[in-house]
Nanobody, 115 residues
């Protein structure tokens, strides 16, 4: 069973930065895409950013220009650099890896942005 381990969450003041990491417990083959989702209190889970195997990226409008997704294929690791954080970015952030046969989710990491 593949596990995704997230790290890098925490408490930060508005305007600050955090870098989330998501590492797979073992090599994953045939990855289609890697992404980050978040769920804020009382809201539905939403896609924040995604990067495909070809390197194409997608960002939610709310984070464009502030967040950057990247990956290290050799390490099966995906990152989310979050700059200029706002209180509305407060949420549990989850990573997801999509392959041709299965989807894998991380356990989530809390990001709290204070005003």
């Amino acid at each position: 069973q593949v596990n995704l381990v997230e790290s890098g969450g925490g408490l930060v003041q508005a305007g600050g930065s955090l870098r989330l990491s998501c590492a797979a417990s073992e090599i994953i083959f045939s990855i289609n895409a890697m992404g980050w989702y978040r769920r804020a209190p009382g809201k539905q889970r939403e896609l924040v950013a995604r990067i495909t195997s070809g390197g194409s990226t997608y960002y939610a409008d709310s984070v464009k220009g502030r967040f950057t997704i990247s990956r290290d294929n050799a390490k099966n690791t995906v990152y989310l650099q979050m700059n200029s954080l706002k209180p509305e970015d407060t949420a549990v952030y989850y990573c997801k890896i999509v392959t041709i046969v299965s989807d894998y989710w991380g356990q989530g990491t809390q990001v709290t942005v204070s005003s």
